[in-house]
């Protein structure tokens, strides 16, 4: 695993590195100086208002570094020829497409981190002391961290295969098919036959069920989210995401580089 | 091509190609096939300096990268030091300069050094000690703090062949090292190829420029239109398609005529003679009683793009003639 390792901290490095990543931290401060301002004007929901903003905001510029980010993990080193000095190297691909991706989730984790911060101390402005109902955030911050290492997953997957525009083209659909993955299941609502129903309800459980990461109406009201369900959704995301790092090694274990 | 002697029969060979052939699909759907290598086989002995020769798209980078598992063959094998080409631990042993090396621009060349130092399992003492020491071979040490993104060509190829040779590797694989380099930095490449062959490693490196191979390799392989038209030294390969010879003489006492002078170009106060291998001697005699005082007698060598426009017209003439005769 040094290998992953090495490969992990270089992304990371790369990340840091890169000015775009910053823009977006100032860019999640602004969005908390906003919620602040709403915050003034919402008079007896301030806290609501704040968590529910401050959420997606998180979540919205998560899902951005990890499409576009994740997309040009593989796609880059493959564009700017930077992987043939490594792959020469005693590494094996899958070690590299590993560390890639571990490198971009600490990116993200550090980002989402830092974003929550900001959160916090916009929530801290309007209200404090803070109270227990507030904590809460927290596992949401969670639970959208890993929503993103699932899209960071599928992100790399694509770009295995095809080209970044078709990768995030491809990515940004399932995520958005992946987020009405319940409503598929209840499709029989609208009296479609049961062979279509059938159909709908196999590809829900296919999709990766986005819907299951989103906490936000309960916390914004300070109501607690169930520890089984933290579990369940972290076990999901581990199982997701290892069966398509797995299938994206194995395609990319075999790619012919340009 | 009968000038070019067969493989040498290798007791120990350090890579070992068998019958190794590459198709690319393109097209509508990828339903066509381009073939760019075609049932390459040779073996590059242990502690040698070969010369991969050939004009561009002959396919030697497709091979480089076959051998570097970039690509992956469509048919045949490759072995270095004994092991598969599969096996990823026998890069351990194997330094590698891509084409137009391209590394992470927002590294310098001593972090880039420091992270693929750390895929060869060096302790963090040993790793430093080395990176500074590949900056200094490459004449990078006072550059060692600038981000590769402000580096010029030929310094991102210096920084490519430190990487290459940072672990000590026995197999050196160089893919047009010579490229993007100014003659100083390709004179001191030179002195690197040769210390590697001093030290007993083998270096395997892609070329077009015909002088670099003559003055480092041991043996040369020609490559054109993805078929290996042979190998051999390079006394070998200019020897047999000398072109005739050239007399360079210079001739007191304006006005003096005879018949080979005709035939002679002058330039400044020189003559030049060119003229077949069989008349050299008539030649030398005749200007000799002439009282011409001979300056050098040397072989005309086929310039490069002769050299590879011939391998290339006798491709297209036996495609020719096997198209003519399936008809």
Redesign the interface.
């Given at each position: 695993m040094?290998?992953v390792w090495?490969v992990a901290a270089?992304t990371f490095?790369?990340a840091v590195?890169?000015r775009v990543l910053y823009n977006l931290v100032f860019f999640a401060l602004l969005m908390m100086g906003a919620a602040i301002l709403v915050g003034q004007i919402s008079i007896g929901i301030e806290q609501s208002v704040i968590v529910s903003l401050g959420l997606t905001a998180i979540s919205v510029i998560g899902i951005f570094i990890a499409v576009f980010i994740g997309v040009g993990l593989v796609s880059k080193e493959m564009d700017?020829?930077?992987?043939?000095?490594?792959?020469?190297?005693?590494?094996?691909r899958w070690e590299f497409l590993l560390g890639k991706y571990a490198g971009l989730v600490m990116t993200l984790t550090v980002n989402t981190a830092a974003m929550a911060v900001g959160l916090y101390v916009a929530l801290w402005t309007v209200k404090h002391p803070l109270e227990k109902g507030d904590w809460y955030v927290l596992v949401a911050v969670y639970l959208i961290l890993l929503k993103l290492a699932l899209i960071v997953a599928l992100a790399m997957l694509f770009s295995c295969f095809t080209t970044p525009f078709l990768a995030i083209l491809f990515t940004v659909g399932i995520y958005i098919a992946g987020v009405f993955a319940e409503d598929l299941r209840t499709m029989q609502a609208v009296g479609l036959n049961p062979a279509t129903m059938r159909f709908f309800r196999g590809i829900s459980y296919l999709l990766p069920n986005f819907e299951n990461f989103n906490v936000m109406g309960a916390v914004a009201h300070e109501r607690g989210v169930a520890g089984r369900l933290v579990w369940q959704d972290t076990w999901y995301a581990i199982v997701y995401c290892a069966m398509v790092l797995a299938a994206a090694a194995m395609v990319f274990s075999?790619r012919?580089?340009k | 091509m009968r000038w070019l002697s067969k493989n040498r029969s290798m007791t120990n060979p350090a890579i070992e190609i068998e019958n190794l052939s590459k198709e690319y699909p393109y097209g509508f759907l990828n339903l066509k096939k381009k073939r760019s290598l075609e049932n390459l086989s040779m073996q590059v002995e242990t502690g040698e300096v070969f010369g991969f020769l050939g004009p561009n798209g002959a396919g030697k980078s497709t091979t480089i990268k076959l051998l570097m598992r970039l690509i992956f063959p469509t048919s045949g094998t490759a072995r270095i030091l004994g092991k598969s080409i599969e096996n990823v631990s026998m890069h351990r042993e194997i330094g590698y300069l891509p084409e137009q090396p391209y590394f992470y621009d927002y590294l310098t060349a001593a972090e880039l050094l420091e992270y693929f130092a750390r895929f060869h399992g060096l302790t963090a003492a040993d790793r430093r000690e080395r990176v500074q020491r590949m900056l200094k071979k490459v004449g990078l040490e006072t550059a060692k703090k600038i981000q590769l993104r402000k580096y010029s060509k030929g310094m991102l190829q210096r920084a490519g062949l430190a990487q290459a040779i940072l672990h000590d590797p026995q197999v050196v694989v160089l893919d047009e090292p010579m490229a993007g380099l100014d003659p100083l930095g390709r004179r001191e490449l030179r002195d690197i190829i040769l210390e590697l062959k001093r030290e007993g490693r083998t270096v395997l490196f892609s070329t077009h420029i015909l002088s670099d191979a003559e003055m480092l390799c041991d043996r040369v392989g020609v490559i054109v239109g993805g078929k290996l038209r042979g190998v051999g030294t390079p006394g070998e390969m200019v020897g047999i398609q000398t072109q005739g010879m050239e007399i360079l003489f210079e001739l007191d006492g304006a006005g003096k005529k005879f018949p080979i002078l005709e035939k002679a170009t002058k330039t400044g106060e020189r003559y030049r003679l060119q003229l077949p291998e069989a008349e050299l001697y008539g030649a030398l005699d005749e200007l000799k009683a002439a009282g011409a005082r001979i300056l050098s007698v040397a072989q005309i060598k086929p310039t490069l793009e002769e050299f590879f426009m011939n391998l290339v017209d006798a491709d297209r003439a036996q495609a020719n003639a096997v198209e003519v005769s399936g008809r």
């Amino acid at each position: 695993m040094t290998n992953v390792w090495t490969v992990a901290a270089n992304t990371f490095r790369e990340a840091v590195r890169d000015r775009v990543l910053y823009n977006l931290v100032f860019f999640a401060l602004l969005m908390m100086g906003a919620a602040i301002l709403v915050g003034q004007i919402s008079i007896g929901i301030e806290q609501s208002v704040i968590v529910s903003l401050g959420l997606t905001a998180i979540s919205v510029i998560g899902i951005f570094i990890a499409v576009f980010i994740g997309v040009g993990l593989v796609s880059k080193e493959m564009d700017k020829r930077t992987l043939y000095a490594l792959l020469a190297k005693p590494v094996e691909r899958w070690e590299f497409l590993l560390g890639k991706y571990a490198g971009l989730v600490m990116t993200l984790t550090v980002n989402t981190a830092a974003m929550a911060v900001g959160l916090y101390v916009a929530l801290w402005t309007v209200k404090h002391p803070l109270e227990k109902g507030d904590w809460y955030v927290l596992v949401a911050v969670y639970l959208i961290l890993l929503k993103l290492a699932l899209i960071v997953a599928l992100a790399m997957l694509f770009s295995c295969f095809t080209t970044p525009f078709l990768a995030i083209l491809f990515t940004v659909g399932i995520y958005i098919a992946g987020v009405f993955a319940e409503d598929l299941r209840t499709m029989q609502a609208v009296g479609l036959n049961p062979a279509t129903m059938r159909f709908f309800r196999g590809i829900s459980y296919l999709l990766p069920n986005f819907e299951n990461f989103n906490v936000m109406g309960a916390v914004a009201h300070e109501r607690g989210v169930a520890g089984r369900l933290v579990w369940q959704d972290t076990w999901y995301a581990i199982v997701y995401c290892a069966m398509v790092l797995a299938a994206a090694a194995m395609v990319f274990s075999r790619r012919n580089l340009k | 091509m009968r000038w070019l002697s067969k493989n040498r029969s290798m007791t120990n060979p350090a890579i070992e190609i068998e019958n190794l052939s590459k198709e690319y699909p393109y097209g509508f759907l990828n339903l066509k096939k381009k073939r760019s290598l075609e049932n390459l086989s040779m073996q590059v002995e242990t502690g040698e300096v070969f010369g991969f020769l050939g004009p561009n798209g002959a396919g030697k980078s497709t091979t480089i990268k076959l051998l570097m598992r970039l690509i992956f063959p469509t048919s045949g094998t490759a072995r270095i030091l004994g092991k598969s080409i599969e096996n990823v631990s026998m890069h351990r042993e194997i330094g590698y300069l891509p084409e137009q090396p391209y590394f992470y621009d927002y590294l310098t060349a001593a972090e880039l050094l420091e992270y693929f130092a750390r895929f060869h399992g060096l302790t963090a003492a040993d790793r430093r000690e080395r990176v500074q020491r590949m900056l200094k071979k490459v004449g990078l040490e006072t550059a060692k703090k600038i981000q590769l993104r402000k580096y010029s060509k030929g310094m991102l190829q210096r920084a490519g062949l430190a990487q290459a040779i940072l672990h000590d590797p026995q197999v050196v694989v160089l893919d047009e090292p010579m490229a993007g380099l100014d003659p100083l930095g390709r004179r001191e490449l030179r002195d690197i190829i040769l210390e590697l062959k001093r030290e007993g490693r083998t270096v395997l490196f892609s070329t077009h420029i015909l002088s670099d191979a003559e003055m480092l390799c041991d043996r040369v392989g020609v490559i054109v239109g993805g078929k290996l038209r042979g190998v051999g030294t390079p006394g070998e390969m200019v020897g047999i398609q000398t072109q005739g010879m050239e007399i360079l003489f210079e001739l007191d006492g304006a006005g003096k005529k005879f018949p080979i002078l005709e035939k002679a170009t002058k330039t400044g106060e020189r003559y030049r003679l060119q003229l077949p291998e069989a008349e050299l001697y008539g030649a030398l005699d005749e200007l000799k009683a002439a009282g011409a005082r001979i300056l050098s007698v040397a072989q005309i060598k086929p310039t490069l793009e002769e050299f590879f426009m011939n391998l290339v017209d006798a491709d297209r003439a036996q495609a020719n003639a096997v198209e003519v005769s399936g008809r």
